[in-house]
């Protein structure tokens, strides 16, 4: 009997602490069909040497990430094109603490291939969608 009181409280401290993590505004990102999980900012910081940069959302909050040799850029040219400043989308794979990043997209390019151009909200994009620019299928 004792062992079953001292689990529920600690089971209930850590069902208070996932569902705090998952509504703290800015720290989660948009999910999309993809399995993967989208961030967008402006860079704040880059470690060319770490292979890592961080990114603060549009709520302040600044959100760190790693890349390696498996991370894709687009409209960027690698870790050494991001510049302070820059907004960019960064996905992750959906559970990834590590949060590396698999892809990493600078905003604003219009060569047809960029999946936010400047005109409305894709069909696709989910309810609440606060990405802005609009976006295309691949989200």
């Known amino acids: 009997m004792t062992r079953t009181r001292k689990a529920v409280p600690a089971l209930?401290?850590?069902?208070?602490a996932c569902l705090a993590m998952a509504?703290?505004?800015?720290?989660?990102?948009?999910?999309?069909?993809?399995?993967?999980r989208s961030f967008h900012g402006k860079v704040r910081n880059v470690n060319r040497q770490a292979d890592r940069f961080s990114i603060r959302n549009a709520n302040g909050t600044r959100i760190r990430?790693?890349?390696?040799?498996?991370?894709?850029?687009?409209?960027?040219?690698?870790?050494?094109?991001?510049?302070?400043?820059?907004?960019?989308?960064?996905?992750?794979?959906?559970?990834?603490?590590s949060r590396l990043?698999?892809?990493?997209?600078?905003?604003?390019?219009?060569?047809?291939?960029?999946?936010?151009?400047?005109?409305?909200?894709?069909?696709?994009d989910p309810p609440g969608d606060d990405h802005g620019g609009g976006h295309g299928a691949d989200d």
């Open 23 to 36: 509504a703290a505004p800015g720290f989660a990102g948009a999910e999309s069909g993809s399995g993967l």
């Open 65 to 97: 990430f790693r890349v390696n040799a498996a991370t894709v850029f687009r409209h960027v040219a690698g870790l050494a094109g991001l510049s302070r400043g820059m907004r960019v989308e960064v996905k992750i794979r959906r559970g990834d603490d």
């Open 101 to 124: 990043a698999r892809r990493v997209e600078a905003e604003g390019a219009d060569d047809g291939t960029d999946d936010h151009g400047g005109g409305g909200h894709g069909a696709n």
């Open 12 to 16: 209930f401290a850590v069902t208070i």
